[in-house]
């Protein structure tokens, strides 16, 4: 059976990875999955004109008890890691956006409780934000107006045109 480092050679990536570090790093995780009988994973990156992110796993293969070779997954993760980033910056700008506007913004979930309230939510209403996420959207309304809301909600859905309503918080 090859040793480690033997394995690492065989590998068609190594050629690509910069530096001894990581060839180091890899076989570490083929010389732990070899004592250890247990999967490693880490993940790199790559400079060959242009930057990839990889996911490495080191799997012991088995007979009965005994650790008999390491299978290698290596899965390219650059679009994930690309996707994930994007999301982030949007995320990001978003919240610029929004924390920055003088308008007042809810986000609600599929329940139509509150999970996010713009600054401008104290400002402009003078509560503190805090106190309404967590709430459905009726709960924000006092309790005596709460069914008039209703009715009228329901009839929001269904028009497009409806009279305004006035309710107390």
Known sequence: CATGKQ???????????????????IADAIDKAFREGETHKFSFSVHCGNHRWYDAEFHP???????????IGLFETTHKRESEEAVKRSEALFKALVQNSA??????????????ASDAFKKILGYDVETFIG???LDLIHPADQEP???????????S????IEFRA
């Open 103 to 116: 308008d007042v913004f809810l986000l609600r979930d599929n329940l139509f409780r509150v999970t996010y």
């Open 61 to 71: 293969l088995k007979h009965e008890n005994d650790v008999i070779g390491v299978g």
């Open 161 to 164: 045109e409806v009279p305004p």
């Open 149 to 159: 809301v209703a009715v009228w909600l329901a009839q929001v859905a269904e028009h």
């Open 7 to 25: 394995l690492v050679k065989s590998v068609p990536f190594t050629p690509f990875i910069d530096g001894n570090a990581k060839l180091s790093v």
């Open 135 to 137: 709430k459905a959207r």
